[in-house]
Nanobody, 129 residues
Framework: EGQLVESGGGLVQPGGSLRLSCVAS????????MAWVRQAPGKGLEWVSA????????HYADSVKGRFTVSRDNSKNTLYLQLNSLKTEDTAMYYC??????????????????????RGQGTQVNVTS
């Protein structure tokens, strides 16, 4: 059974940086596009970023474009998200997930966990002064 485990979250001041990791096991990671999704307290799911299986195509939500960078190392079955210039509104639980429609997550509609396949347990990012 496939599994995703996120790590790297924490408490950071506005303007700070974090690097999130997501380690995959139990499925052929290198064959799947991957996504980062976040959920702020009391709010719905927000798609953050996506990367294709070959790591040569990336996509970002407008809210994080220019500040966040997604990458992956298929030899390590690991997905990353570099978060720079963090803002208080970036405070959320961050999840990695596979098996999604890029068109679906980018169209701006309400997202549900049923729009994704495997997801991890999340890692909390708190941006506060």
């Amino acid at each position: 059974e496939g599994q995703l485990v996120e790590s790297g979250g924490g408490l950071v001041q506005p303007g700070g940086s974090l690097r999130l990791s997501c380690v995959a096991s139990g499925f052929n990671f290198s064959r799947y596009a991957m996504a980062w999704v976040r959920q702020a307290p009391g709010k719905g799911l927000e798609w953050v970023s996506a990367i294709n299986a070959g790591a040569d195509s990336t996509h970002y939500a407008d809210s994080v474009k220019g500040r966040f960078t997604v990458s992956r190392d298929n030899s390590k079955n690991t997905l990353y998200l570099q978060l720079n210039s963090l803002k208080t509104e970036d405070t959320a639980m961050y999840y990695c997930a596979n098996e999604f429609s890029l068109r679906r997550v980018m169209n701006g509609g309400t997202l549900r966990w049923s729009d994704f396949g495997i997801r991890g347990q999340g890692t909390q990012v708190n941006v506060t002064s």
